[in-house]
């Protein structure tokens, strides 16, 4: 099924294509969140439930790839336990600030570890990959991040080239073992780091970029609904436009994300299993383990 029915999203007669417009809660997603679940039992059972993780040691069954979903490292992979998998999936924030020395780190961890392939976007903390926000930031002098003030234009400007041992997306996707995987690093504006954007109509410019026929869509952040509460505040923060759009247009196997480190864990709405693999806690300790996901490989893989 095709969660909700909205005036958010409709199908053109013609061609056949799922339009998302800009929800009218877009702005506030705790109260489209109880809106939603009121009047559509939106997050309701049975479809929408957790998920509990599989053993590392569950055999693999045949004809399927194992994902092994991490996020938020936040440069602290030096005690993360690595279970096995053939694909690795990094959906952001592997640095603190993005610096080169950061990443070439990030890279060598990258470089020593087994799986076939290894898929990794940036999140809002990979300050230096965010490219309009750099030039905002040398315009400010660099007042809020000194030890970025101390790079040189140069020592960043390719910072992308040090991922040598992974594929990096960037609204971009990537087709591996048959699945086509597509990453991109936007989050909802908060506290103005890279790679942020207003809720709304600028975010969801980005997700129409998304393509149909996706298998496994990466984000930094969550959907609203979806491991997205902030206990601290009491709110939900996931975006209302990522929601619609994954729901109603693109329909991806898997999501898989970070962003909120308090959201740690998996859930499905029957259809798409959502993923929001946070190693790092909420305190920044790298102590929630990968999570692992099987996925059927495409027929014509
Ligand atoms: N209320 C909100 N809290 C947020 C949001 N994005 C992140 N956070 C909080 O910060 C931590 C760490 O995030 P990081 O990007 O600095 O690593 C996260 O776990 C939340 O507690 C937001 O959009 N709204
Ligand atoms: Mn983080
Ligand atoms: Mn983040």
Same mark, same amino acid.
């Given at each position: 099924?095709?969660?909700?029915?909205?005036? *958010?999203?409709?199908? *053109?007669?013609?061609?056949?294509?799922?339009?998302?417009?800009?929800?009218?809660?877009?702005?506030?997603?705790?109260?489209?969140?109880?809106?939603?679940?009121?009047?559509? /039992?939106?997050?309701?059972?049975?479809?929408?439930?957790?998920?509990?993780?599989?053993?590392?040691?569950?055999?693999? &069954?045949?004809?399927?790839?194992?994902?092994?979903?991490?996020?938020?490292?936040?440069?602290?992979?030096?005690?993360?336990? *690595?279970?096995?998998?053939?694909?690795?999936?990094?959906?952001?924030?592997?640095?603190?600030?993005?610096?080169?020395?950061?990443?070439?780190?990030?890279?060598?961890? !990258?470089?020593?570890? &087994?799986?076939?392939?290894?898929?990794?976007?940036?999140?809002?903390?990979?300050?230096?990959?965010?490219?309009?926000? *750099?030039?905002?930031?040398?315009?400010?002098?660099?007042?809020?991040?000194?030890?970025?003030?101390?790079?040189?234009?140069?020592?960043?400007?390719?910072?992308?080239?040090?991922?040598?041992?992974?594929?990096?997306?960037?609204?971009?996707?990537?087709?591996?073992?048959?699945?086509?995987?597509?990453?991109?690093?936007?989050?909802?504006?908060?506290?103005?780091?890279?790679?942020?954007?207003?809720?709304?109509?600028?975010?969801?410019?980005?997700?129409?970029?998304?393509?149909?026929?996706?298998?496994?869509?990466?984000?930094?952040?969550?959907?609203?609904?979806?491991?997205?509460?902030?206990?601290?505040? !009491?709110?939900?923060?996931?975006?209302?436009?990522?929601?619609?759009?994954?729901?109603?247009?693109?329909?991806?196997?898997?999501?898989?994300?970070?962003?909120?480190?308090?959201?740690?864990?998996?859930?499905?709405?029957?259809?798409?299993?959502?993923?929001?693999?946070?190693?790092?806690?909420?305190?920044?300790?790298?102590?929630?383990?990968?999570?692992?996901?099987?996925?059927?490989?495409?027929? /014509?893989?």
């Amino acid at each position: 099924c095709v969660p909700g029915s909205s005036a *958010m999203a409709h199908r *053109m007669p013609t061609q056949g294509k799922v339009t998302i417009t800009v929800d009218e809660y877009s702005s506030n997603p705790t109260q489209a969140f109880t809106h939603y679940n009121i009047n559509q /039992s939106r997050f309701q059972p049975p479809h929408v439930h957790m998920v509990d993780p599989i053993p590392y040691d569950t055999p693999k &069954p045949s004809g399927h790839t194992r994902f092994v979903c991490v996020s938020d490292t936040h440069s602290r992979t030096d005690g993360v336990q *690595m279970p096995y998998g053939d694909v690795l999936l990094h959906t952001g924030d592997f640095t603190e600030l993005g610096l080169p020395s950061e990443v070439k780190k990030f890279n060598d961890w !990258l470089g020593s570890l &087994p799986y076939e392939l290894k898929v990794v976007i940036a999140g809002n903390h990979e300050l230096t990959f965010d490219k309009d926000f *750099m030039s905002e930031l040398v315009k400010q002098d660099y007042y809020r991040f000194p030890s970025v003030s101390k790079l040189k234009p140069e020592d960043f400007d390719n910072v992308q080239s040090l991922l040598t041992n992974c594929i990096y997306l960037q609204d971009s996707d990537v087709t591996v073992k048959g699945f086509r995987i597509y990453g991109t690093p936007w989050t909802p504006w908060f506290n103005g780091w890279g790679f942020n954007l207003p809720r709304g109509q600028s975010l969801l410019d980005k997700w129409n970029l998304i393509p149909e026929g996706i298998d496994i869509l990466m984000t930094h952040g969550p959907p609203l609904g979806f491991r997205d509460w902030v206990p601290k505040e !009491l709110q939900r923060v996931g975006c209302v436009e990522l929601l619609n759009t994954v729901q109603r247009r693109v329909r991806p196997k898997l999501h898989a994300f970070g962003g909120i480190h308090e959201g740690y864990g998996i859930m499905t709405d029957g259809y798409t299993t959502f993923i929001n693999a946070s190693t790092c806690t909420v305190s920044f300790q790298p102590t929630n383990p990968p999570i692992v996901f099987d996925l059927p490989n495409p027929p /014509s893989s």
